[in-house]
């Protein structure tokens, strides 16, 4: 009996060293110890025993039992401190790794440039007033003295609505709206989409942006204009610059020109930039043409006033140096980042 005893021991302990899961103790643990267990087998078979000798055997299959049932425990409890080491050791958190970024939006570079134009002005007194992009036909060509007929409707073909209404090619319109209210003296400036109907390329959209200037008031000069546009001019490209006006052709405006800024590259000398002539062109102005003003009501003895209209994607690609217009309108990322 006693050697009978210690060979399930034997075996059983072996067994439990053998085990590599928890569920494979506890398969040792039933075959060894429950009902139909080796250990119980023993205990059965107590009635063939003599009874002398029956508290010993008893005993000696009690001392088994809690040897194999310590061994048990201990084998579980080491394999559970195992699993949980496992564990810990997967989830470890490596501080080192980069952190997750938010994505956090920004301004446009049009936008960056336009909130500049408008602190220019604003600092100058001026107030910013907008008007539709779907305008009447009056506003954006009739009442800035381009009638029906007029060649100058070619250079700005537009999207039709109907024979009455079309998206606006500039923002001269809300020059209009802003006299027609009647509320003088006036120093705005009307920052908006527009639309022609022009091919895409590096330097053209069918829709971009332009950035309108009005002043009405008594004894306004083209001195005024000069003064105003030459201090623009500085504030946004730096104080050595300088302005030069050529004269040109807009119907509203009379006399009108164009204006071009000393290259901020170069300093003028000529340069890749400006095209080796020093210069840059920037923007359309002029004395704002009577026939204009007494559409919109006012007596052009007694007032007279100066208009300009800027390109704003004009700013940003020169303020960024950006060689293509197009890159302003795809919203690649890699781009916009930049700024
Ligand atoms: N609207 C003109 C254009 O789109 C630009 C312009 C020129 C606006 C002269 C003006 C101006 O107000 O006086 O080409």
Redesign the pocket.
Known sequence: MKEKLAKIKEEVLAQIEASDSLEKLNEVRVSALGKKGALTEILKGMKDVAPEERPKVGQMVNEVRAEIETALEQTKLKMEEAEREEKMKNEVIDVTLPAKKNKVGHRHPNTIALEEVERIFIGMGYEVVEGPEVEKDYYNFEA?NIPKDHPARD??DTFYINDEIVLR????PV?VRTMEQGKLPIRMIAPGR?FRSDEVDATHSPSFH?I???VIDKNITFADLKGTLAEFAKELFGEETKVKFRP?H?P??EP???VDVSCFKCGGKGCRFCKGSGWIEI????M?HPRVLEMCNIDPREYSG??????LERIALLKYEIDDMRLLYENDDRFLKQF
């Open positions: 800035l250079e700005q090619t500039q923002t001269s020059q527009v332009q309108e200037g009005l040109h807009f509203f405006t009108s020109a164009e923007l359309g102005c002029g704002v100066f208009a300009f209209g800027v390109g």
